[in-house]
């Protein structure tokens, strides 16, 4: 559905991804594919439009959570080799094969589903073999006393009729944060995942098409952890420290409109539960922003947003529809004028970091009732609502 309206909106800068794909891209280099993660769309940015820029581009893979946001990008128009990272049901098997769609397998029991059904329906299902070398979530276990049954269990993965393994991989837990603990944390993820990777070649006889682990934090830090291809999703989206080293931009900034102004005199309670009392007579806007449209309540009072005249105060609790700003000193500011809750002015770093989060958070929050409007070129090339109808 199209929006007609400017109540509050996420501009999505194309430009500014693409700009983020090419610098990641002259980072890595020729000889390094490149995948783009655009699961949870595209960390709220929309995924088939990111993912099309990136297809246009020439990125090598895609990755997403589950089998829906894998056919989404299938009835689109994405036509590039898209991995599914996380759990898809065995009954599903015949949908990935029609689809052309990778899936991760992550243990044993999942192997052996998953050659059953591909067997089931005479076709062969695509798998990258996931590692766990230390983030503890998904993939076969090889650390310490588990390394000759991990490998073992991988090979047997791999030698299952109606699988093809094209690729492996594994994930850092802590790449991205500092301090030497963090740093021997990841190298030792990745040399165990590079011993794993001899030991089955070893025993399999054949290499692994595409080998890959890093995520924007071993993009940023740890060039040795590239391998045959890259895995960045924060990056490509241009947030985080890292971002601002390497000079990517933020692809998204959210704005909204000032719909009301009052003055109100000193001791005026603002909002529910009057925790914001004015101490001064004090020129308030209502802007139509609230934890319903995506915005943390547990920011109220405590964050600022960014005006044309410079950083507004947001005052009391913030409403599910909207929340309250100070204008005071803002004069120029009026009925109708745009405020930038988080983008190119108000960096999303320090919105996050306030709300003792990371940006990945705050752009997934972002809900459907904020229509994205895509800008390419600098003009804007198509508004999206994602409410139904
Ligand atoms: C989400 C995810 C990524 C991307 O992480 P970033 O920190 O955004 O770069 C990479 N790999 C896996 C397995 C993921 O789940």
Known sequence: ???????????????????????LRDRIGANVKFLGVVKADAYGHGSVQVSRLLQELGADYLAVSSIDEAIELRLNDITMPILILGHTPKEQVSRLIEYNITQAVTCKAKALEYSEEAVKCGGTLKIHIKVDTGMSRLGYLCDGDYFDTGVEGICEGCSLPGLYAEGIFTHFAV??????????????????????????????????????????????????????????????YGYGEFADELGLQPVMSLKTTVSTIKTYPTGTAISYGGIYVTDKTTRMGVIPYGYADGFFRALSNRCTLMSDEGPVPQRGKICMDMCMIDLTDKMQIDVGSEIEIFGKKNSINVMAALANTIPYELTCAVSKRVPRFYYRNGKMIEKELLLRG
């Open 1 to 23: 559905m199209d929006s007609t309206l400017k109540r509050t909106w996420a501009e999505i800068d194309l430009d500014a991804l693409a700009h983020n794909y090419k610098t």
């Open 175 to 236: 790449s991205d944060e500092p301090g030497d603990a963090c740093k021997a944390y990841t190298e030792h993820q990745f040399q165990l995942f590079t011993d794993v990777i001899k030991s089955v070649e070893e025993k399999l006889g054949r290499r692994f098409a595409i080998r890959h682990c890093a995520n924007t934090g071993a993009v940023a830090r740890y060039p040795e952890t590239w391998l045959d291809m890259v895995r960045p999703g924060l990056l490509l």
